[in-house]
């Protein structure tokens, strides 16, 4: 059991772990208890593991409550509640000795209990909702009710916190607020009887949360899409992405229907396929709308052959690509950055990308916009390389607040007048100002400004060409653009104090890598950091590599690609980088990026010498 | 083929519409494709068709895959923005055109490869959208650009240039659209105009998804004795059913008609087409029958053509999305955000 010195220590910085079968209405519980500590003012990380499956399945929600902020996992379990019999064996393994765990006592199971170092504490929960409240279903749900209020008594969870959050989601049905909060009771007061209350770990009130949000990545993003004046989204159903569309299409209900005419000022495709969702983000972008499709690995396997003739007839689109485990369709509710190398160059032929990657939902929202004025002020698709570990689970960001000056950046795109005004025919890729990027005129406009669109080896005036060197002058001037698209993407994130070692990281890596530098800095190691907003990388990343000779490269995927990318499109020499690797499908843990670094460096002292 | 380009000096005496201009004015580059090719005549019928309409040519948006025909959407009205996409990809780019601006003319030009193999997906969801344009097939039945192949629109029994018999059962195009619900089907063949023109003008006008399988023979692969898609086999076997006339909205009928000969349906902006039977057993407002008709001359050989199935009620696209009447792509910027105010509210339910 945890000394009286420890549990100071872990007020306020524990982690709790709920296992279910999916499908059980788990999800609202889950919610309800981390919502409610986040109320309280303490910073809360919520992690969902569900398997792809609508019924039966296991899934958990891991909840880390952290004092410090941190929003990455730790790698430990100190309270689990153990509500699915199918996992229960491994459930009861991996919390950490000197921990919890909470089971439904209702069945006896002794073999199963079989732990010293634990604490179990056994809660009646189905015989309790069995004996109070009647359907399978009600009975059903409200048990993952009754052991929150279990949890709110044994952490010490602020109840009129959790009836004010129950009574905003059922608002509108009285007797289903009624049975939750009679629940929520039974449960708490079934504990506050039974056990010696709260438990060592435990929450006090902070005010870490003022100013703050709970949101999930995919719904940032589609704010960020409404915000930008996107008005066509065309996609079909992929997880993890699909709750970007149904973000952005709860959102313009909201805010997008004319209340004069009641008619829609955005139209959304649910596609046939993901070839269907591109090509109609490539059209509708082509005629001058704001246009994105969200999708995931699979997504962009199936879109490469559009997302070249994107890039050769230079088409803005911007594609959210929410990543999850491959190859092949892989785990498709785990998370990865496994996605790199082939957005970085989908499309046969000679292709690079601008990708975006943003690290949290506040960022998905920023990026998004991003994207879209990169998209079109630079005439190519724009993807914003997000995963389901950001995208699907709820984080804790600062309010998002909304700059009333924005305008989008359209790019260069003719108006009727300036067509009108050419003094010779419109030519769609010549390099007038010398910037590598050409005008654009939309279709309907002026029959001056026509031109013929084509994937088809073209000239510089926009004509079909099979000459050598017409070719060549138009594919040069690309190659020109994305070196101009350095100077235009996010910078990465530097934090250095002068050590000749470092990380580097991408995406939602960053949370761990933090937390890591932080735990490795208590150990006498210091290092640097680099987390890449973008590819192509800018010069800051080139003198980031420059400056230190030995550079950790974290990031979620088997091949080592964000590695792969900097080798080849950087001056890094390969020595200079060793890669930490997590590919498991779960988010990546501070503690598996210390142990990688440790283990790098081999003794302390033998890291003072490196170093 | 033609080497020479044209002069872009025009008669005085060319006729004009009501626009001033002539059919000149609605040209575009030089076909390159094979001399006699079927395909520079379905050009020519929507160069005819385009400019009796007198649409401004940037009103017109032309969209094609890949194939032959695909290319001759930069042989006609150069004044409208042309896009030559992917190999069967064209009705999504279409799709997503059509969505970001309504008021242009869509015309996809497609062949039999691109829409009946390839495309086949893509083609049955943009019928099944109700998308607003006019979807023309030239239909050879055979892959040009590779040198003879057949295509999936070849008929049993069909040969090829150098003998090779068909075995594999065809997809027709028109009686695919009827099972899928589209509001405009019709057949005709590249080497009638007269037929042609007004069925293209009928389907630019028709609102939603309209398709027009040309049959349009290819001279330099499939125009020779056993091709059942060869000039000779195509006028043999021609059976058509209901003609079109188009009369414009402010356009009196001039021609007398003999009573129930002539079935008036009268389009979206006041035009109207008239359905002249030929078959008076045949309904051309009547889908079921349609398709038993059509399986029937099918199995007989015949080639069915004329407006062969009309349906101006069912909603388009745009109808069945309520989206607004203005063109999305030209909205401004502020009645798209919700604004600082907007976000405020919206982060209550975050917090």
């Known amino acids: ?611 | 083929m033609s080497f020479i380009t044209k002069p872009k000096v025009t008669h005085p005496g060319l006729p004009k519409n009501e626009l001033g201009l002539t059919r000149r004015d609605y040209e575009g580059g030089m076909s390159t494709l094979c001399a006699g090719c079927g395909h520079d005549s379905v050009t020519a019928a929507v160069i005819e068709a385009v400019w009796g309409l007198s649409l401004r040519p940037e009103q017109l948006a032309k969209l094609s895959g890949i194939g032959c025909s695909s290319k001759t959407t930069a042989y006609f009205v150069s004044g409208g923005h042309g896009f030559n996409s992917v190999h069967g990809r064209m009705p999504s780019i279409a799709t997503g055109a059509a969505a970001a601006n309504r008021d242009l003319y869509y015309i996809g030009v497609s062949g039999d490869g691109d829409t009946l193999s390839i495309g086949f997906g893509q083609f049955a969801h943009a019928i099944r959208r109700n998308v607003n344009m006019l979807y023309l097939i030239e239909n050879n039945g055979v892959y040009g650009l590779t040198k003879g192949q057949f295509s999936a629109s070849a008929d049993i029994g069909s040969k090829a240039k150098r003998g090779e018999e068909n075995r594999q059962p065809p997809v027709d195009p028109v009686l695919t659209a009827l099972t899928l619900g589209a509001t405009f089907v019709a057949r005709s063949f590249s080497g009638d105009k007269e037929q042609l023109v007004p069925l293209i003008k009928a389907g630019l006008k028709h609102q939603g998804f309209a398709l027009i399988d040309v049959l349009s023979p290819c001279v330099t692969f499939n125009d020779h004795e056993g091709s059942t898609k060869s000039y000779g086999f195509v006028r043999d076997h021609y059976d058509e059913v209901v003609h079109a006339d188009f009369v414009p909205p402010a356009q009196e009928i001039t021609t007398n008609y003999a009573e129930g000969e002539v079935t008036p349906v009268t389009l979206h902006d006041g035009s109207r087409v008239l359905l002249r039977k030929l078959d008076a057993s045949y309904d051309p407002t009547h889908r079921g029958k349609a398709m038993n008709y059509l399986r029937e001359k099918l199995r007989q050989g015949e080639h069915v053509t004329g407006l062969i199935y009309i349906d101006e009620r069912s909603p388009e696209f745009h109808a069945v999305n309520n989206t607004a009447g203005s063109p999305l792509n030209t909205m401004s910027y502020e009645k798209l955000t919700p604004g600082r105010k907007g976000m405020e509210k919206i982060m209550s339910r975050y917090r």
């Open chain 1, 1 to 611: 059991m945890l000394s009286s010195a420890d549990a100071q220590d872990r007020l306020n910085d524990f982690v709790i772990k709920l296992a279910n079968v999916n499908g059980t209405g788990s999800a609202s519980a889950n919610t309800l208890l981390m919502k409610s500590m986040f109320r309280m003012g303490i910073p809360v990380m919520g992690k969902n593991y569900f398997p792809s499956n609508i019924q039966g399945l296991p899934t958990w929600y891991e909840i880390r409550v952290t004092r410090d902020g941190y929003v990455a996992r730790s790698g430990r379990i100190d309270l689990m509640v153990a509500m699915n019999a199918e996992t229960y064996a491994r459930d009861v393994r991996e919390v950490d000795p000197g921990g919890y765990l909470i089971y439904d006592s209702s069945w006896p199971r002794p073999t199963l209990l079989k732990r010293d170092d634990i604490t179990l504490l056994g809660v009646p929960l189905a015989r309790m909702c069995n004996e109070t409240f009647k359907g399978v279903r009600a009975r059903i749900l409200l048990k993952n009710i009754m052991y929150s209020g279990v949890l709110a008594a044994l952490l010490e969870i602020d109840l009129d916190v959790m009836r004010a959050l129950l009574a905003e989601s059922y608002a509108s049905k009285k007797s289903l607020l009624d049975s939750n909060v009679q629940a929520l009771e039974i449960g708490y007061h079934y504990a506050r009887e039974h056990f010696q209350c709260p438990l060592p770990i435990r929450v006090q009130r902070m005010d870490r949360t003022a100013n703050h949000i709970l949101i999930d990545g995919n719904t940032a993003a589609a704010l960020g899409c409404l915000y930008a004046g996107a008005t066509v989204g065309a996609w079909y159903p992929i997880t993890p992405s699909t709750s970007v569309m149904d973000a952005f299409k709860s959102f313009c209900q909201k805010w997008r229907v004319d209340p004069q005419t009641g008619q829609n000022n955005y139209l959304i495709v649910q596609a046939e396929d993901e070839l269907s969702a591109i090509g109609a983000v490539i059209g509708a972008s082509w005629n001058g709308a704001r246009a994105f499709t969200p999708t995931s690995g699979p997504g962009i396997s199936l879109m490469n052959e559009f997302i070249g003739l994107a890039y050769y007839a230079e088409i803005p689109a911007v594609l959210f690509d929410i990543q999850r485990v491959g190859p092949s369709t892989g785990m498709p509710t785990r998370t990865q950055q496994g996605d790199i190398m082939a957005a970085a160059y989908a499309s046969h032929g000679d292709t690079r990308h601008v990708l975006l990657f943003p690290a949290n939902p506040e960022e998905c929202f920023h990026m998004a916009i991003d994207a879209f004025d990169l998209a079109e002020r630079l005439q190519t698709p724009v993807f914003v390389m997000s995963d389901l570990d950001i995208g699907m689970n709820d984080w804790m960001c600062p309010v998002l607040d909304w700059d009333e000056s924005y305008q989008p950046d359209r790019g260069k795109v003719l108006t009727k007048e300036q067509i009108e005004q050419l003094p010779t025919k419109f030519h769609r890729y010549l390099d007038l100002d010398e910037d590598a990027i050409p005008y654009r005129t939309l279709p309907g406009v002026h029959p001056k400004g026509a031109y013929f669109t084509r994937g088809s080896g073209h000239n510089q005036y926009g004509g079909y060409t099979e000459d050598a060197h017409d070719y060549q002058v138009v594919l040069d001037r690309l190659k020109r653009k994305f070196e101009r698209a350095k100077s235009l993407v996010p910078k990465a994130i530097i934090e250095t104090s002068g050590n000749q070692a470092a990380i580097i990281s991408v995406g939602s890596s960053d949370g761990a890598v933090r937390e890591a530098l932080h735990i490795l800095e208590a150990k006498g190691v210091t290092l640097d950091y680099m987390r890449i907003r973008a590819f192509p990388f800018g010069q800051e990343v080139e003198k980031f590599l420059a400056s230190h000779p030995l550079l950790f490269v974290v990031e979620q995927n088997r091949d080592a690609q964000l590695r792969s990318l900097l080798t080849l499109e950087t001056a890094v020499e390969k020595h200079q980088l060793r890669s930490i690797l997590h590919y498991s499908g779960l988010p990546i843990s501070s503690s598996c990026i210390v142990d990688g670094v440790l283990a790098e460096l081999g003794s302390a002292s033998r890291v003072r010498s490196a170093v």
